[in-house]
T-cell receptor, first 114, second 109 residues
């Protein structure tokens, strides 16, 4: 019942290199989100999109950029990876904004920056 | 700092026991959601509550939204090993949901 897939599932990269994570959805949902999950911090919003080419920053956006050229794809780029960006990254989709619409999450990408 | 505080952080119980976990905030939310997350997977939505004082039941799970819409609780009756997981609450913001750090529940057979 995928509906949303993230790639890659695991990645190890070196400090200073750029990294791009991909989120692909087949639900035609307007809203897409990137979160990171770290022990003790829960899920924190990095960036979100409310339509093609429409994006905005979340609470932990420094060092990250996003792009959405098609409804189905939302890319997260770490411009120059740092060890503090080692985390599990989750993409989520929603048909509406605010708390009345549930999120559907992908299975995550575990990123290690060495 | 966490906008949503969840307690307890960890909970380990025997199969058949009842339990309650809590989600508290100083902020008022228009709605609150509960998710369960299993290892290696993304969170899965369990319920959304939108009205102060609202109670929703999902089989053995009972969710309550506080009257002031600042807190919520999740009660599980007769817990089973399949209930094991990380339980996350999330409060509705203008454009996104803000998540607590979760309660990690282990139910031993």
């Amino acid at each position: 019942d995928a509906g949303i897939t993230q790639s890659p599932r695991h990645k190890v990269t070196e400090t200073g290199t750029p990294v791009t994570l991909r989120c692909h959805q087949t639900e035609n949902h307007r809203y897409m989100y990137w979160y990171r999950q770290d022990p003790g911090h829960g899920l924190r919003l990095i960036h979100y999109s409310y339509g093609v080419k429409d994006t905005d920053k979340g609470e932990v956006s420094d060092g990250y950029s996003v792009s959405r050229s098609k409804t189905e794809d939302f890319l997260l780029t770490l411009e120059s990876a740092t060890s503090s960006q080692t985390s599990v990254y989750f993409c989520a989709i929603s048909s509406g904004t605010g708390g009345n619409y549930g999120y559907t999450f992908g299975s995550g990408t575990r990123l290690t920056v060495v | 700092t966490q906008l949503l505080e969840q307690s307890p952080q960890f909970l380990s119980i025997q199969e058949g026991e009842n339990l309650t976990v809590y989600c508290n905030s100083s902020s008022v939310f228009s709605s609150l959601q509960w998710y369960r997350q299993e290892p290696g997977e993304g969170p899965v939505l369990l319920v959304t509550v939108v009205t102060g004082g609202e109670v929703k039941k999902l089989k053995r799970l009972t969710f309550q939204f506080g009257d002031a819409r600042k807190d919520s609780s999740l009660h599980i009756t007769a817990a089973q090993p399949g209930d094991t997981g990380l339980y996350l609450c999330a409060g509705g913001g203008n454009n996104d949901m803000r998540f607590g750090a979760g309660t990690r529940l282990t139910v031993k057979p």
